[in-house]
């Protein structure tokens, strides 16, 4: 295989994004005349950058919380285009529940509550309101009514509640 000739772009700030020529990435040529890049990964947890960053730290709050609430089942929330992503593992498979920042912020109620067959209050629920079905799940492969955080270790389920809600409120 020739070798091939790459060139190395360095974004200035955050208003210039848009390149022109060669990307040589994991081994794969990309040609281009110009393109131009709308999102920028900020870190592994991909919070995507925008002109608001309101959400930052809340986002950082919920996603630390979730270490010590149920690390085994609930890795990361993250926003990006346009959506919140609840990643969670399940069966030996990640998988994530997404749902538009504006579904999330208009249509859902957060509540405390007991999960099906439980005894004892042991989640926080996000739930669409009314009939609809605003998250979508690549669990199911489908729509879904609601998202919802359980623990059986954790007794007082407000902290997440309140992180959840601080979190939502910082969207825009």
Do not use: W
Not at 16 to 34: A, E, Q, S, V
Not at 128 to 154: E, I, L, M, P
Request: charged share 25%; glycine share 6%; hydrophobic share 30%.
């Amino acid at each position: 295989m020739a070798k091939r000739k790459t060139k190395t772009y360095i974004i200035p700030n955050d208003d210039n994004l848009t390149f022109y020529g060669d990307i040589y990435f994991d081994g794969i040529l990309f040609k281009f005349k110009k393109i131009r890049i709308k999102e920028v990964t900020a870190n592994e947890n991909t919070s995507s950058t925008s002109s608001n960053k309101n959400y930052t730290e809340p986002l950082k709050k919920l996603n630390e919380y979730l270490k010590t609430f149920n690390a085994e089942t609930y890795k990361n929330v993250e926003v990006k285009d346009g959506k919140v992503y609840f990643g969670f593992f399940v069966y030996g498979a990640n998988y994530n529940s997404s749902i538009d920042i504006n579904e999330l912020k208009n249509n859902t109620i957060i509540t405390i509550g007991k999960s099906v067959g439980s005894s004892v209050v042991d989640e926080v629920k996000i739930s669409c309101k009314g009939s609809s079905k605003c998250f979508y799940s690549t669990y199911s492969n489908g729509n879904a009514d609601h998202f919802r955080f359980f623990s059986q270790t954790v007794k007082d389920f407000t902290k997440m509640e309140q992180l959840l809600k601080d979190f939502i409120k910082a969207l825009n």
